[in-house]
Every structure is written in structure tokens, then in C-alpha cells.
């Protein structure tokens, strides 16, 4: 069945730092890795996205890198800020009329000032 | 933040009793979504509506219920057959035909006394 496992589940960092989060999928057929950003009870907001043909995408302080072969995705945060602190999800899905996303666990990232 | 709205933002049940939780879209959005988020968890699907009048049950859909009367709305009921209710309920939307971003509502706390 369709699994994405996430790592690390909880990240410290110095302010002006960079920060990295993977995930890992379990399903070859994923074509679409959304990345979430959910801060204390709100609603996950989408940061960043990749699709399969695609190894690598950039947007402004935020990357993530696709490894197909591998089937593991990556989210950079670069120069972290305060602000960046939250929850962070990485998701899989097929691309096309379901949109079933089936995510990772999480991972809470702390930006120290 | 507006487009998907999600009531109540609180609501509180005993044992036993049935409980609605409302989603509504604006966005002209085919494709509907119900998540179950529990802490320290991702985010697990419980049904989803790809058009009006039709859904499917996600990973976890034992103990719910869904309806899709209308495009804009996409109401859960959790049954008493829901064994652990008490969790943090998400409704999301998409598209579906141009793009596979889900846009989330601000969700709905359910605790059960």
C-alpha cells in the first residue's frame, strides 16, 4: 500500500541556518510531492511542490529535490528565520482525478533566534 | 483564507451521539476531502467526493459518513461507531481538472466528554 515515511520528526536550528526534511514513498506510480507548512491549529498551507518530471524546484528560501529512483523528496529551508517555525508535512499522490494525498508524520521545526 | 469555511470551530459531543461537521467550498471545486489529524500525527483521509453525488472511502473511514447533495458542500457525520473521535477534523478541495493543489479549511476540533 501507498506509505510515506518522514524524518526528522522534530528539528532545531539556529537562526540563519539551513534545515532539511526528507521523506521517503513507497509507491513508484507518485507523481505529485506536495510540501505543507501547519502552524499551532491551523489549517496546512501549501509551500512548495514537485512533480516527478522534475528534480528539483526552487522558491525564494524554500527547494525540495526529487530522487525518483531513490523515491525520496526533500525540502530545504535556507537563511531559517523565526517565523519558519511550525509543523511541516510532505505528501504523495497520483496526479490525476482522485488526488489522494497520503502524508508523512510530520516533522516540527524550532528556529532559535 | 476565505473560499473553504469549516463549522463549528469547536464542538464538544457525549458518547453516543451522532455529530455533523459542515464544509463548504466557493471555489468551484470538484473534488472534495475529509482528513482525521491526531497529535504528533499526519494528516489520514477519511472519505473523499471526486463529483457531486458520488465518494469513496479513504483509510480510515469506520465510524463516518459522507453525502455530496451539492458541489459546494461535503458534510461528515462521525457515528457513534467511531471508537476515538476526539481529534482535529480537516475538509479540503481541488480542482481537479487543472490543478492538484487541495486548499484546506481551518478546521474543526471535536473533543468527546
Known amino acids: 500500500g501507498e506509505n510515506v515515511e518522514q524524518h526528522p520528526s522534530t528539528l532545531s536550528v539556529q537562526e540563519g541556518d539551513s534545515a532539511v526534511i526528507k521523506c521517503t514513498y513507497s509507491?513508484?506510480?507518485?507523481?505529485?510531492f506536495p510540501w505543507y507548512k501547519q502552524e499551532l491549529g491551523k489549517r496546512p498551507q501549501l509551500i512548495i511542490d514537485?512533480?516527478?518530471?522534475?528534480g528539483e524546484k526552487k522558491d525564494q528560501r524554500i527547494a525540495v529535490t526529487l530522487n525518483k529512483t531513490a523515491k525520496h523528496f526533500s525540502l530545504h529551508i535556507t537563511e531559517t528565520q523565526p517565523e519558519d517555525s511550525a509543523v511541516y508535512f510532505c505528501?504523495?499522490?497520483?496526479?490525476?482525478?482522485?488526488?489522494?494525498?497520503?502524508f508523512g508524520q510530520g516533522t516540527t521545526l524550532q528556529v532559535k533566534p | 483564507d476565505g473560499g473553504i469555511t469549516q463549522s463549528p470551530k469547536y464542538l464538544f459531543r457525549k458518547e453516543g451521539q451522532n455529530v455533523t461537521l459542515s464544509c463548504e467550498q466557493n471555489l468551484n471545486h470538484d473534488a472534495m476531502y475529509w482528513y482525521r489529524q491526531d497529535p504528533g500525527q499526519g494528516l489520514r483521509l477519511i472519505y473523499y467526493s471526486q463529483i457531486v453525488n458520488d465518494f469513496q472511502k479513504g483509510d480510515i473511514a469506520e465510524g463516518y459518513s459522507v453525502s455530496r447533495e451539492k458541489k459546494e458542500s461535503f458534510p461528515l457525520t462521525v457515528t457513534s461507531a467511531q471508537k476515538n473521535p476526539t481529534a482535529f477534523y480537516l475538509c479540503?478541495?481541488?480542482?481537479?481538472?487543472?490543478?492538484?493543489?487541495?486548499?484546506f479549511g481551518p478546521g474543526t476540533r471535536l473533543t468527546v466528554l
Open positions: 479540503a478541495s481541488r480542482t481537479s481538472s487543472q490543478s492538484d493543489e487541495q486548499f
Open positions: 514537485i512533480r516527478s518530471n522534475v
Open positions: 505528501a504523495a499522490s497520483f496526479s490525476g482525478n482522485t488526488g489522494k494525498l497520503i
Open positions: 509507491d513508484s506510480a507518485s507523481n505529485y
